[in-house]
T-cell receptor
Framework: SAVISQKPSRDICQRGTSLTIQCQVDSQVTMMFWYRQQPGQSLTLIATANQGSEATYESGFVIDKFPISRPNLTFSTLTVSNMSPEDSSIYLC??????????????FGPGTRLTVL | DAKTTQPPSMDCAEGRAANLPCNHSTISGNEYVYWYRQIHSQGPQYIIHGLKNNETNEMASLIITEDRKSSTLILPHATLRDTAVYYCIVRVATGNQFYFGTGTSLTVIP
């Protein structure tokens, strides 16, 4: 399967600041997604990162708060802007359509654990 | 996408088979049943998926009922490392997002 890395693995941030999370894949993929997992909760999709165009956001998530970039087929970033303690979560990148694994399923990165004070 | 229902928690003795049920009574004809697991807040790990036939791989077996309204994930010889939250998800084959429910927290007991 695809090897997915995320940076940073964890961070502690002050409220009002922003953090950019990077997702790097070892092979080209068709689709990339960003999820959030709040403490004790299941995963919630934030958006689909589209290569060369604006991301597609799920209900309840907006571009001003979670800007996403996807400059090529192996890399994406998610920024959590103007953070508050409610943004404390694990943020996960996932990919689909990789040539190094099944093309009909998603593979997940290790996640970025964010704590906002 | 169709919804799924899973028991919130289960225990299994080490070395025994773990049978995790999932109900998906509103599944559509073109939707697959996927299983993932998440170990201690790591990224979810793909286990197996199927459409209507039973499937087996090196990790598990997936049994889907003939009417496709329910399925069972079978871990044939559970180990302590299988302790995790297991998610059952239904989705069309490609390109759509996965909607994660609350899953089943499986605890393998020594």
């Amino acid at each position: 399967s695809a090897v997915i890395s995320q940076k940073p693995s964890r961070d502690i941030c002050q409220r009002g600041t922003s953090l950019t999370i990077q997702c790097q894949v070892d092979s080209q993929v068709t689709m990339m997604f960003w999820y959030r997992q709040q403490p004790g909760q299941s995963l919630t999709l934030i958006a689909t990162a589209n290569q060369g165009s604006e991301a597609t956001y799920e209900s309840g998530f907006v571009i001003d708060k979670f800007p996403i970039s996807r400059p090529n087929l192996t890399f994406s970033t998610l920024t959590v802007s103007n953070m508050s303690p409610e943004d404390s979560s694990i943020y996960l990148c996932s990919v689909e359509g990789t040539t190094s694994g099944r093309t009909d399923t998603q593979y997940f990165g290790p996640g970025t654990r964010l704590t906002v004070l | 996408d169709a919804k799924t229902t899973q028991p919130p928690s289960m225990d299994c003795a080490e070395g025994r088979a773990a049978n995790l049920p999932c109900n998906h009574s509103t599944i559509s004809g073109n939707e697959y049943v996927y299983w993932y697991r998440q170990i201690h807040s790591q990224g979810p790990q793909y286990i197996i998926h199927g459409l209507k036939n039973n499937e087996t791989n090196e990790m598990a077996s997936l049994i889907i009922t003939e009417d496709r309204k329910s399925s069972t994930l079978i871990l044939p010889h559970a180990t302590l490392r299988d302790t995790a939250v297991y998610y059952c998800i239904v989705r069309v084959a490609t390109g759509n997002q996965f909607y994660f429910g609350t899953g089943t927290s499986l605890t393998v007991i020594p």
